[in-house]
């Protein structure tokens, strides 16, 4: 069997084309979100989920997560800027979730220092509890 070194250079290639989709691996630069602050949101107009929460965190719990509670570490640096420890994150539930879903609220240590975010820490508002 004769083959032509066009036919061979075409195999070549086929094959090296072939091994590089099997056999490298993909890699996908993740870009940040930028996330922010926008402004406050009103109590009242929280989600009930999150009405449970804050009462949660008034009492201590007893919290439905055990993640409820942690450190949260400001990694993209939207709330204000203080030392680790301060913030500490607690889930809101969403319905009809079989996971913690997206939703939580974050507390800083001082009274009323509570930001909200259902987008997974995409974007926050601080809770106004005056309306």
Not at 11 to 24: C, E, F, Q, S, W
Not at 54 to 61: E, W
């Amino acid at each position: 069997m004769r083959i032509t070194l066009r036919a061979l250079r075409n195999r070549a290639a086929a094959v090296g084309v072939a091994t590089a989709i099997v056999v490298t691996p993909t890699v996908f630069l993740a870009t940040e979100a930028h996330a922010t602050v926008s402004g406050t949101i009103c109590y009242g107009a929280l989600p009930s989920q999150a009405h449970d929460t804050l009462d949660l965190i008034k009492t201590n719990g007893p919290f439905p997560y055990s993640q409820d509670g942690v450190v949260f570490q400001n990694r993209e640096g939207v709330l204000p800027s203080q030392s680790t420890g301060y913030y500490h994150e607690y889930t809101v539930k969403t319905p009809g979730s079989s996971t913690r879903g997206t939703r939580r609220i974050i507390t800083g240590e001082k009274t009323a220092e509570d930001y909200y975010t259902a987008d997974h820490y995409v974007t926050f508002k601080q809770v106004d509890f005056t309306c």
